[in-house]
Every structure is written in structure tokens, then in C-alpha cells.
């Protein structure tokens, strides 16, 4: 698996520090003349740029990393800015606050693991920084900041490490969630409208089949008034074959016409909702009940999908009933189970956020509300979560 952040990121993003820090290192020579210690300072800008010009020649042959590997680039980031550091003052030097960049780097593109080692290189860098016997480059004597000041600086540069790393890591992670679920619903989309294009496909070849057959099937019965004996069982066989190819195709025909309405077909409401229950799980064998009637609307995918998550979540939760209540653009799914849990009902609709038992007392992720509720939003519907004798999904459908 490769890493997020390409190579030659890293390794520019290298070079734009390693310039910074040599014109920092040219004004205070050059301009203000301070005192520290030179050759050491130099001697690290130096190394790193060795070391970056190896892999700025070698990243030709490379386009990014292994993700297991974009962690080390980053604690070898930190020692090098923690090396340049130590020996130009430590926490008395203001550039400290750099040492949060490969941190946040860390936080917000790598898996949690690796993200802790970085953070965790950055904390034991502060305290190596804290006992640094190096002054920070002033006029003629170094600048040494009070002891509980430099304490003050250190805790800071803890905390601060600490709270970016978790804020953005859990950022990080809701936003990996939320790719997902969004990734889930794009194939759940996908897979809909090839259903449907196979639904027309089936219905159109059984419709157009159904004329040669018939036509074969009359030549068959003359053959079967006129042929020879001999030849009777042969032309009957053919009479069968030819009656269960016509079955089949009335079967395909009946079944994708049911379960996969064309998406330019109108239907009323309450027929639409009749449609899409036949398509459900309802294994459990839980009792549906559609009430009232509604205006006509479009079994378009998005829409198809979406309301087929919202009643099976319904059927999978609900202790014997499921009701769908439909006026003219309204449609409201309620089912006699638990509901919802107190605690996650303003956030449902997230992607992987449930917080109900169904009837076998197993949790659920909620992912099918989330993708549901995506496709409705697609379709200019606005969905509602709430509790009422059980839980509710109510659904406002764009005004036509």
C-alpha cells in the first residue's frame, strides 16, 4: 500500500525548510553577528541537504512510498529541526513552535500507529530540547530565559503536540469514515441503476422474443398434426422446450417489472412504496402497512435505494410492525421496535453511527441510514430521525 503524501512532497517540502533555515542562519551571521555555535549549526543544514539531494536524484525512479515507511521521513524531519535546535538555544529559540509541523503532517495523514510514534518522537524531542546547555544566538552573551519559563515552553510544546495530534486525528478519521460510506453509496448507486438497465433490457428482449416463439410454437403444433409417428416424440420434445422458454421469459419479464420499475416511470406514491417493499428483506416476516395516498413521483434509483435502506432498517428493528404513513410529498416510516438511542439520535444520518439492538439484540453501524439519507438529499428530499412509540424516519419529498 502506498502512501498518501507523494514523494516528491516530502522531499520539497524538505528543501523549503532547509532554505529557511540557511537564511535564518545567514541574517544572524551576516546582519546581527550573534554568537553560537557555528560550525555545528552549519554542519546539520549540511547533512540534511546531502541527504535530500540523495533522494531528490533518487525520487526519478520512485513516485511515492510505502505507507509504512512515510512516518520514518517525518521522525527523521523532527531530528534534524531538534538537532539544529539543540545547539541554537533549545526551547530559548522561538523556531521551536516548527517542531508542530511533521506532528500535524503526521496527525492527518497517516494511520494512528504511525501517527503516535511521530508524536511521540516530537515529545521526547521537547524534553531533549529542555536540558539543551546551548545558549540562544544573541549580541555578545547568549539569551537564557528563567527556568520556569522555559518549563512553561516545554509543557506548552507538550500539550500543544498532544491536542493538534488528537484534534486532527480525529478529524482524520471521521473524514476516512465518511470517504467510505460515501464510497458505499456511489456502488450501492451504481449497482441500482445497472439493475434497472437490466430490468428494461430483460423486459425488452421477453417482449421481443415473444414473437418468434409464438411463431415457432404454431409451426410446432402443425408438425404435430402432420408429421409421421416416428418422428412425434422428437417434434414434442421441441413443443415442451420451446412452452418453457416462453415461461422463462414470462418470469423474467413479471419479476424485473416488479422489482425494477424504469426510472421515467410515474407511479403514486403509495403504488411506489408497494413496489419498493416487495423489493425488501422481510425474512422475519414482520407485518408492512402502507397508509394513505400520495402524489405521483419517480422510481429513480437514488430514490428506489434510498427508501429500500430506510424499511429495511425498520423491518430489522421493529418487534412485529412496520408503518408507512404517505400523503402528497410525505412519507413517514415507523416501526414498534426500541428506537432510537437518546444518546446518538441527533446524529444519525452520519456514516457509521446507530446505537439501536433489533430484535436478536445485535448492534448496527447505521451506514444504511447514511447512505439513504445522501440519496434522498440527491433527490431534494430532506430526512428526519426522532422517536415516537418507537422509532420514526420521516421523509419531505421536493415539492413537484
Known amino acids: 500500500m ?6 516528491s512532497t516530502l522531499v520539497n517540502l524538505r528543501w523549503v525548510a532547509l532554505l529557511g533555515q540557511t537564511i535564518t542562519l545567514m541574517i544572524v551571521d551576516l546582519y546581527f553577528h550573534m554568537v553560537y555555535p557555528r560550525q555545528l549549526a552549519w554542519s546539520i543544514i549540511a547533512l ?8 531528490t536524484i533518487s525520487q526519478k525512479r520512485r513516485i511515492s512510498i510505502p505507507s509504512h515507511h512515510t512516518h520514518l521521513y517525518l521522525i527523521y524531519d523532527l531530528g534534524q529541526l531538534g538537532a539544529l535546535l539543540f545547539v541554537t538555544g533549545g526551547l530559548n529559540n522561538p523556531f521551536v513552535v516548527m517542531m508542530l509541523a511533521p506532528v500535524v503532517v503526521a496527525a492527518s495523514f497517516l494511520p494512528l500507529r504511525q501517527a503516535i510514534l511521530v508524536t511521540s518522537a516530537g515529545l521526547v524531542w ?6 539543551s546547555p546551548y545558549q540562544l544566538p544573541w549580541f555578545q552573551m547568549g539569551l537564557h530565559l528563567p527556568e520556569h519559563l522555559r518549563i512553561s515552553v516545554l509543557f506548552a510544546l507538550w500539550i500543544s503536540m498532544i491536542f493538534i495530534a488528537t484534534y486532527l486525528g480525529r478529524l482524520s478519521a471521521d ?3 465518511m470517504e467510505q460510506a460515501l464510497q458505499a453509496t456511489e456502488l450501492a448507486l451504481v449497482r441500482e441503476q445497472k439493475l434497472a438497465s437490466l430490468g428494461g433490457l430483460a423486459a425488452a428482449a421477453a417482449h421481443e422474443l415473444g414473437s418468434p416463439l409464438t411463431t415457432i410454437m404454431l409451426v410446432v403444433k402443425e408438425l404435430q398434426t402432420h408429421i409421421h409417428d416416428d418422428f412425434k416424440p422428437d417434434v414434442d420434445l421441441l413443443a415442451q422446450e420451446v412452452a418453457r422458454c416462453r415461461d422463462i421469459l414470462q418470469d423474467l419479464s413479471l419479476n424485473f417489472s416488479k422489482e425494477h420499475t424504469a426510472p421515467y416511470q410515474s407511479l403514486p406514491l ?3 412504496m408497494d413496489v419498493i417493499v416487495q423489493r425488501c ?7 408492512i402497512h402502507i ?5 405521483q413521483i419517480k422510481l429513480t434509483a437514488e430514490f428506489t435505494h434510498a427508501m429500500m435502506n430506510i424499511i429495511n432498517n425498520a423491518i430489522q428493528f421493529a418487534s412485529k410492525t412496520v408503518t408507512i404513513d404517505v400523503s402528497d410529498r410525505h412519507i413517514c416510516v415507523s416501526d414498534d421496535g426500541p428506537g432510537y438511542s437518546d444518546d446518538v439520535v441527533h446524529r444519525l444520518g452520519q456514516p457509521y453511527v446507530s446505537g ?7 448492534i448496527h453501524m447505521g451506514l444504511g441510514l447514511f447512505i439513504a439519507q445522501r440519496l434522498l438529499e440527491k433527490c431534494g428530499a430532506v430526512v428526519y430521525f426522532y422517536n415516537n412509540k418507537g422509532a420514526v424516519c420521516d421523509v419531505k419529498l421536493q415539492s413537484s
Request: charged share 30%; hydrophobic share 35%; aromatic share 4%.
Open 2 to 7: 502506498m502512501s498518501l503524501i507523494p514523494f
Open 48 to 55: 540534511s541537504m546531502a541527504v535530500n539531494l540523495i533522494l
Open 126 to 131: 521537547g524534553g531533549v530540547l529542555y536540558i
Open 175 to 177: 473524514r476516512h469514515k
Open 270 to 272: 403509495e403504488v411506489a
Open 281 to 287: 428483506n422481510n425474512s422475519r416476516k414482520k407485518e
Open 291 to 295: 397508509q394513505g395516498r400520495g402524489g
Open 356 to 362: 439501536r439492538l433489533d430484535d436478536k439484540n445485535e
